[in-house]
């Protein structure tokens, strides 16, 4: 991924937008607390034109992939990013742990992930392409 300003591992089952808002208040503070640890750079970033990816490896119920965006997305605010409003492209993908995945070529935080066999969601943020590049 090119121009990768931070990624992490959330080594937990992510909490869809309609979960009941005490339990998903509790997954935003989660994943804000996990930005925080991984985040190295200080400010948060406030340029506009930024990419979000989130791969999740789950088990065999897994949440709705669209209903597990906004609570991520909203938990990195004021420590990744300044503001949601900056990204302009998301990107999100759910594959199945047990149907086994291709671990080559893929970022070392999400091969850790496959390879603990429980589920997770992967994140990073880089800087967004040239449309022409997604189509």
């Not at 970033?45 to 930024?50: A, F, H, M, T, V």
Request: aromatic share 8%; glycine share 6%; net charge negative.
């Amino acid at each position: 991924m090119k121009d990768k300003l931070f990624e992490m591992l959330i080594p937990k089952r992510p909490l869809s937008l309609q979960a009941k808002a005490q339990n998903l208040q509790a997954w935003k503070d989660y994943v804000y607390g996990r930005a925080r640890e991984e985040w190295k750079h200080g400010t948060p970033y406030s340029k506009l034109g930024i990419r979000l990816t989130l791969v999740y490896l789950c088990g065999d119920s897994p949440a709705d992939i669209d209903n597990i965006v906004k609570p991520i997305q909203d938990a990195l605010v004021g420590v990744v990013y300044a503001d949601d409003l900056l990204i302009a492209d998301v990107d999100s993908h759910r594959r199945f742990i047990t149907d086994g995945i291709d671990l080559i070529n893929l970022p070392r935080l999400l091969i850790q992930g496959a390879e603990s066999g429980e589920e997770c969601v992967y994140v990073s943020v880089s800087l967004s392409e040239n449309l022409e590049v997604y189509l």
